[in-house]
């Protein structure tokens, strides 16, 4: 596979016709563009070497904090919420994130917004206002962001690292900031940090574009070569993060799900100097085996573990495994079974054959990347180039250039208890310390020594066997075809299977994605049932995993998942041994195994059904936003079936009872399948034969299928509140306002509309009136109606103070709308639109997307797009006033989800509005309707 190892500096590489070319501005700002005329859209992100390990003890949090205020306005552009207004405007949108050692901005826009949106970013970075009107209510902004992460189990886990590490090393202060570790920090101290760490020196641009290489080198230097050069030097940290005593700490730390996991952590040395042989992450694949003889496998089969996960991050190196009921009891052995694994790793080393399988893998994956610009692409880019030389950092990320067993054997070794520590998380209640700004309630002992001793001297498992040759690693990436966008095609075939498939080679790029979906009255809107099918796919993926495991390492991936009447085997990647691939997973003679049985232990079936109990009942924790998404979704689709209404039957189900149900479902199914990307149609047709052949089937016509498919409730015209109380901290609103029923003309209409309010809406609620970090304005037509949506999270308001803010300012949007809308901002936000929809994606899972949601949603209808993009061009700005005026009093029909947390002192409803106590009931009133069917017919 031939491919560059090298990029020469100054020079310009080619990659699946993307050019990259690098420079360096005077300001010593090191820069990359890529250009390619396909990109859909213009997109950039500069990175710069300043982060939350740099905030001063006294003011925690202030590297976050100014990447918030670096949004509200600049001497040149002072207004607050221009910037993001001109991107939304123009179908663009932006983000930032704050990191321990650097912050990134990103932001993406059409073509011909490009120059003026770089305007206005690259002044973020010469001249940030950071108002003091607004030093006050950004601190509110990042305090709502802190408590909505509060009880984040992924954020208090790693809040936990920080804390476990020495008090010493900056990587153990409190990252994000609150009111209270900010209060202090005015504007001054916020420039100071700005002025201080912000250094053009430090910073790496990302610009890609269809715009050509030397026009994106122009843009580059007219608009970020005035950033100030302080010429600061690269912030170095001590590689040590752990306080190394004579014996490792164990730490038990209580979660607020009910979860049970042992984490493993070690030190590691800093392994960027290691960038051509990457021993971390070899280290990372071979520990975190799935297969035959692996690590996990030996847990899976001792009953104490129901997944592995290994994870290589900023110095450290971590072992998860997820423990089974039994598994709590038997720590001791699992340390004991890691450390045999790293001993036979000691032993073994770093074959020739682990190393050329992902040389291969990643050599095949940089040339074929997806000619996509994106702002989380341009991100990816800039953070990366931070730490590799810009010349030649895809090289130095992807690439594998040197096999080492030295370099892997020097990683390797410090997988030892010198430098370990070891945490189980669970639910269980725990006394000791209180970490402050979490609330994390955790204790610390020392392991035994007697552990200790037996660890360092664990000998090797004989269950345990080194990695085999991988046989699905690609050995053919040619295309089917010439470079080309076949038309998507519709076929009946063998009379219960409907057909949809669109070859795709436009984009170069040698994968392709089957899905087959087995269709059947089984489920019956029946919750037990419901539960069965959701059981028996996560059963199906157990029992497929260890034999699995080499093809997700090549490039491929398969699923096994369930819906509210179907049950799908996916397969996706590299297109080879896609077909090969899917006919196993629908029937394997060499390993006795097919589609419609499903063959687990008791014990694991157990362990599987202990797992996903935990799962259901943590729902009750996610954040209330997804809590009243949930809900509305489950409202809208007839077939939905609520997770509390299956809960309950947990207990009693039993092994036999999902093996039944498989049987059942697939004695009589309709079959959807849908191929897309580098594959011919027919290359599905032979895993339905077989289907046929083997499991003896009979089918359902697609007559029978409207019967029992998913439907949509049609909302009704009134005024409707539905009202919870959850034990999440936040509250939350969602609100749907109806407009019509669903047509493509009216879908046209609020779209435009839902463009025009998204951007002030924000600004109003969120940054004026602070009321929560999650707030959103939007078009909805995806629950059969055409109308708005507001969605606030807020850990400050009320539920019902969050509805009637929003309430009333987005009627007061509408009705400026009316009187102050120009014709320019319509065609502008029309062409934004239009160039979203009518460029097609340069990622071949978006085409895909984009492939299913027509051959699904709109039932074949292939149009659909064209007809929509057909509508939008016929808007004008008389024509949208005239719509607001007749179509958008709001009041014919509104629904209303108040979430209210367990800090809420309020449980009211909007007045005049009608309060839903069971959406059962209420809902059985409602017409059932399938309006998307009707898109064929529309002109």
Same mark, same amino acid.
């Given at each position: 596979m031939p491919f560059r190892n090298r990029f020469p500096a100054k020079e310009v590489n080619v990659f699946n016709g993307m050019k990259f070319d690098t420079f360096t501005l005077g300001n010593e700002l090191q820069v990359l563009t890529v250009s390619d005329p396909r990109f859909v859209k213009s997109s950039a992100a500069l990175a710069v070497m300043a982060g939350s390990m740099q905030n001063?003890?006294?003011?925690?949090?202030?590297?976050?904090?100014?990447? +918030?205020? $670096?949004?509200? &306005?600049?001497? =040149?552009?002072?207004?607050?919420?221009?910037? /993001?207004?001109?991107?939304?405007?123009?179908?663009?949108?932006?983000?930032?994130?704050?990191?321990? *050692? +650097?912050?990134?901005?990103?932001?993406?826009?059409?073509?011909?917004?490009?120059? *003026?949106?770089?305007?206005?970013?690259? !002044?973020?970075? @010469?001249?940030?206002t950071f108002d003091e009107k607004y030093v006050d209510r950004e601190k509110n902004a990042v305090h709502s962001e802190h408590e909505k992460n509060r009880q984040d189990d992924g954020r208090r886990e790693y809040r936990f690292l920080q804390m476990i590490t020495d008090p010493k090393h900056p990587f153990s202060k409190f990252a994000t900031g609150d009111k209270n570790?900010?209060?202090?920090?005015? !504007?001054?101290?916020?420039? =100071?940090?700005?002025?201080?760490?912000?250094?053009?020196?430090?910073?790496?641009?990302?610009?890609?574009?269809?715009? #050509?290489?030397?026009?994106?080198?122009?843009?580059?230097k007219n608009h970020f070569s005035d950033i100030p050069n302080l010429q600061i030097d690269k912030p170095q940290f001590d590689d040590q993060l752990f306080v190394h005593g004579d014996t490792p700490l164990f730490h038990e730390v209580e979660t607020v799900r009910d979860k049970d996991f042992l984490k493993i952590s070690f030190d590691m040395p800093d392994d960027l100097p290691y960038w051509d042989s990457k021993p971390t992450q070899f280290l990372a694949q071979l520990l975190g085996e799935e297969g035959e003889g692996s690590l996990l496998s030996f847990l899976k089969r001792k009953g104490w573990a129901v997944g592995l996960e290994t994870s290589t991050w900023w110095r450290m190196f971590h072992i998860k495994v997820q423990l089974t009921k039994e598994g709590k009891k038997q720590r001791d052995p699992i340390l004991k079974a890691v450390f045999s694994y790293i001993e036979l790793l000691k032993k073994e080393g770093l074959k020739d054959y682990i190393f050329n399988e992902r040389q291969i893998l990643s050599a095949l994956d940089l040339k074929n990347m997806e000619p996509k610009s994106s702002m989380s692409r341009a991100s990816h880019f800039s953070a990366s180039m931070l730490y590799y030389p810009v010349d030649e950092f895809l090289s130095h990320h992807y690439l594998y250039h040197k096999h080492s067993p030295d370099d892997f054997s020097l990683f390797l070794n410090k997988l030892t208890t010198k430098n370990l520590q070891v945490s189980y998380f669970s639910k269980s209640k725990c006394e000791g310390q209180v970490e402050p700004y979490y609330g994390i309630n955790y204790s610390s002992s020392e392991?035994?020594?007697? $552990?200790?001793?037996?660890?360092?001297?664990? #000998?090797?498992?004989?269950?345990?066997?080194? #990695?085999? @040759?991988n046989p699905y690693i690609p050995t053919n990436t040619e295309l089917v075809a010439p470079p080309s966008l076949g038309a998507a095609t519709d076929e009946l075939y063998k009379d219960y299977s409907r057909l949809f498939a669109q070859q795709d080679t436009e984009l170069e790029i040698p994968r392709a994605s089957i899905s087959l979906s087995f269709i059947s009255d089984a489920i019956e809107r029946d919750p037990q049932n419901y539960l069965l099918a959701k059981l028996f796919a996560r059963m199906k993926r157990e029992e497929l995993n260890e034999w699995g495991y080499p093809v997700s390492s090549a490039g491929l991936n398969f699923n096994i998942s369930h819906g509210y009447n179907t049950i799908t085997v996916d397969v996706n990647?590299?297109?080879?041994?896609?077909?090969?691939?899917?006919?196993?997973?629908?029937?394997? %003679?060499?390993?006795?195994?097919?589609?419609?049985? @499903?063959?687990?232990? %008791?014990?694991?079936?157990?362990?599987?059904? !202990?797992?996903?109990?935990?799962?259901?009942?943590?729902?009750?924790?996610?954040a209330a936003y997804q809590q009243i998404l949930?809900?509305?979704?489950? $409202?809208?689709?007839?077939?939905?079936?609520?997770?509390?209404?299956?809960?309950?039957?947990i207990e009693k189900v039993t092994l036999e009872q999902v093996k039944d149900f498989a049987k059942k479902f697939f004695q009589k199914v309709a079959i959807r399948s849908f191929t897309y990307g580098n594959i011919d149609g027919a290359a599905v047709k032979?895993?339905?034969?077989?289907?046929?052949?083997?499991?003896?089937?009979? &089918?359902?016509?697609?007559?029978?299928?409207?019967?029992?498919?998913?439907?949509?409730? %049609?909302?009704?015209?009134?005024?409707?509140?539905?009202?919870?109380?959850g034990s999440n901290n936040n509250n939350a609103q969602l609100t749907f306002y109806k407009v019509s029923d669903w047509s493509i003309r009216d879908q046209a209409y609020v779209d435009v509309i839902g463009r025009l309010i998204e951007q002030p809406f924000f600004t109003e609620l969120r940054t004026h009136q602070q009321l929560g970090y999650v707030v959103a304005g939007f078009p909805t037509s995806s629950h059969a109606f055409c109308g708005l949506g507001t969605l606030i999270q807020s850990d400050t308001h009320e539920a019902l103070d969050c509805f009637q803010r929003s309430d009333q300012f987005l009627h007061q949007v509408l009705k400026d709308l009316k009187t102050? $809308?120009?014709?320019?901002?319509? /065609?502008? @936000?029309?062409?934004?639109?239009?160039? *979203?929809?009518?460029?097609?994606?340069?990622?071949?899972?978006?085409?895909?997307?984009?492939?299913?949601?027509?051959?699904?949603?709109? +039932? &074949?209808?292939?149009?659909?797009? =064209?007809?929509?993009?057909?509508?939008?061009?016929?808007?004008?700005?008389?024509?949208l006033k005239s719509f607001i005026e007749e179509a958008m009093a709001l009041d014919r029909g509104t629904l209303v989800f108040l979430y209210? &947390?367990?800090?809420?002192?309020?449980?009211?409803?909007?007045?005049?509005?009608?309060?839903?106590?069971?959406?059962? %009931?209420?809902?059985?009133q409602w017409p059932r309707i399938q309006p998307y069917k009707k898109s064929k017919t529309m002109v």
């Open positions: 001063p003890d006294d003011h925690l949090g202030l590297a976050h904090f100014l990447e +918030h205020m $670096l949004f509200l &306005g600049t001497e =040149d552009y002072p207004g607050v919420g221009e910037y /993001e207004d001109f991107l939304n405007k123009n179908g663009g949108g932006h983000n930032a994130y704050t990191s321990i *050692d +650097h912050t990134n901005y990103f932001f993406d826009v059409v073509d011909s917004g490009f120059e *003026d949106s770089l305007k206005r970013f690259s !002044r973020f970075f @010469v001249c940030p570790t900010l209060s202090q920090a005015n !504007r001054d101290i916020v420039m =100071d940090f700005y002025k201080t760490k912000y250094s053009s020196n430090l910073m790496r641009l990302v610009l890609m574009s269809a715009l #050509p290489s030397e026009q994106l080198k122009t843009l580059a392991l035994s020594k007697e $552990l200790v001793e037996a660890l360092d001297s664990v #000998p090797v498992y004989p269950d345990f066997k080194y #990695p085999e @040759v990647g590299y297109s080879q041994h896609l077909s090969d691939l899917l006919k196993n997973l629908i029937y394997d %003679e060499q390993n006795a195994r097919s589609i419609a049985q @499903v063959n687990v232990s %008791e014990e694991t079936f157990l362990d599987l059904k !202990r797992k996903m109990k935990k799962s259901l009942q943590n729902k009750d924790h996610d949930y809900e509305s979704g489950n $409202l809208f689709s007839t077939a939905a079936i609520h997770y509390k209404d299956y809960l309950p039957f032979p895993a339905i034969d077989l289907f046929f052949s083997k499991i003896k089937a009979s &089918g359902f016509t697609e007559s029978d299928v409207e019967a029992f498919e998913n439907k949509f409730l %049609e909302m009704p015209n009134k005024k409707m509140a539905a009202p919870m109380s102050q $809308l120009k014709s320019d901002d319509v /065609e502008a @936000v029309k062409a934004s639109i239009i160039n *979203d929809i009518s460029q097609s994606p340069n990622s071949l899972g978006e085409r895909q997307s984009r492939f299913t949601m027509m051959a699904g949603t709109y +039932h &074949g209808d292939f149009h659909f797009l =064209d007809k929509l993009v057909s509508e939008i061009k016929k808007i004008t700005e008389k024509s209210n &947390g367990s800090q809420s002192k309020s449980q009211g409803i909007p007045e005049g509005f009608e309060k839903i106590d069971s959406f059962q %009931e209420f809902t059985a």
